[in-house]
């Protein structure tokens, strides 16, 4: 496959979108329903984070028969109906849900002027991610591995991660999401581990099949243990090990003490239309795979979090089953994240994805937090700063990242 020259039409599109309200971004025709590509951009049977929708319409045309009987479908039956919403300050509440079902979503988290300034963040990086030409005639290069016209600011970054940049970093310490975090995490102590998220442009018809973003492998089951028991996530005798609970108690343990953890920021209210996430209520507390795109019943494929307004945020226990599902409007839907682990997590697995200088920048508490995911001073992350749909241009970052550092 080659690339092409953007007409004038097309990057005028990208110099002036944004991620709020209707857009000409998106609806490409010429990419073809499920349209997986491997890393150098070739067209590749379904896998990874392609698992292809067999339930996706014919045609990318926002008033093809075939999505128009999709949009008025998902008009009378998507979203929980009666979802629940929780206030900052609810923090037992907020727990109490999160513990109960492995996500929760708190309003109020962004005030007017932090949420315009993580649009803006988020904007400018999407178009640094749109603004290579695609491949024989479409308008834009389907990332590694993903369906088409859904992307992910940590994948695309060559660093991984998004905290080199100043936007993401700043949503580190909020004053909503902190005191939040520690209810939940039951310390203060936890770690930011990285950051990301994901979008899904206009006219991505596919149903993102439903995954975790981490498998409990059930490591450290002592230490695990013993940090719910300090800070009163269970109540079991101290001179218990974890070896002698019986089975039911053993599972709360690892119920009560996720590996891991993300907080997705809200950028434009929900609907039923623009794809927003969904979430199975309870999934984090089982060991079942979840089912194949063809074998989802209703009630699954249509649990997305309608209603969630803008400035809110999803907070979301890594092992729940969840996905993105189609976005059959005109605007952008885009869930930007942090990502957090726990006291007891294993910091050998950290990435220093953040900067010195950015670290630098942060309260207390956030350079407290993101100790072991900064660079030392003076050395850049490798690949920081660099965005690309696909892994070989991503890989060809990082290396030079690397080699321009060695010399």
Not at 3 to 24: H, M
Request: charged letters at 25%.
């Amino acid at each position: 496959m080659s690339e092409r020259e953007r007409p004038e039409g097309e990057r005028s599109e990208l110099e002036n979108f944004s991620i709020v309200g209707e857009t000409a971004i998106g609806w490409d025709a010429k990419t073809a329903p499920n349209e997986t590509v491997d890393e150098e951009g070739r067209i590749v049977p379904s896998g990874g984070f392609g698992i292809h929708d067999p339930r996706a319409p014919s045609r990318r045309v926002y008033d093809d028969p075939e999505v128009v009987a999709m949009r008025e479908e998902f008009r009378a039956k998507n979203g929980w109906k009666a979802i629940e919403i929780c206030a900052p300050h609810e923090l037992k509440r907020i727990a109490r849900i999160f513990r109960r079902d492995g996500y929760v979503v708190v309003k109020d988290l962004l005030d007017t002027e932090t949420l315009e300034r993580f649009r803006e963040g988020c904007t400018r990086v999407l178009r640094d991610i749109l603004a290579i030409p695609g491949f024989e005639g479409r308008k834009y290069i389907t990332e590694t591995g993903r369906l088409p016209h859904r992307y992910s600011y940590g994948t695309a970054s060559a660093s991984r991660h998004m905290m080199h940049d100043p936007v993401w970093a700043s949503m580190i310490d909020l004053p909503t999401t902190t005191p939040i975090l520690t209810e939940i995490m039951g310390s203060p102590d936890y770690f930011v581990s990285g950051g990301g998220g994901d979008l899904a442009l206009p006219g991505a018809i596919e149903m993102q099949h439903l995954h975790t973003d981490g498998i409990d492998m059930g490591a450290n089951p002592d230490v695990r243990l013993d940090y719910a028991r300090s800070v009163g996530l269970v109540d079991i005798p101290d001179h218990k090990a974890f070896a002698d609970l019986d089975f039911r108690t053993q599972r709360l343990v690892i119920e009560r003490t996720p590996p891991s953890m993300t907080i997705n920021f809200v950028m434009t209210d929900l609907t039923w239309e623009n794809g927003p996430i969904r979430q199975i209520p309870g999934t984090h507390a089982t060991v079942a795979s979840p089912p194949k795109p063809e074998d989802e019943p209703d009630w699954m494929r249509f649990a997305a979090l309608v209603g969630a307004p803008a400035g809110s945020g999803v907070f979301r226990d890594h092992r729940a089953w969840h996905s993105g599902t189609p976005n059959l409007s005109k605007e952008i839907r885009c869930l930007p994240n942090l990502e957090f682990v726990p006291p007891w997590h294993d910091e050998r697995h950290f990435m220093k994805s953040m900067p010195h200088d950015i670290w630098e920048t942060l309260t207390p508490h956030g350079q407290q937090i993101c100790r072991h995911i900064k660079q030392d001073s003076g050395v850049w992350p490798f690949g920081a700063g660099v965005m690309h749909p696909l892994a070989g241009g991503r890989k060809a970052a990082h290396k030079a990242s690397k080699e321009a550092q060695r010399n």
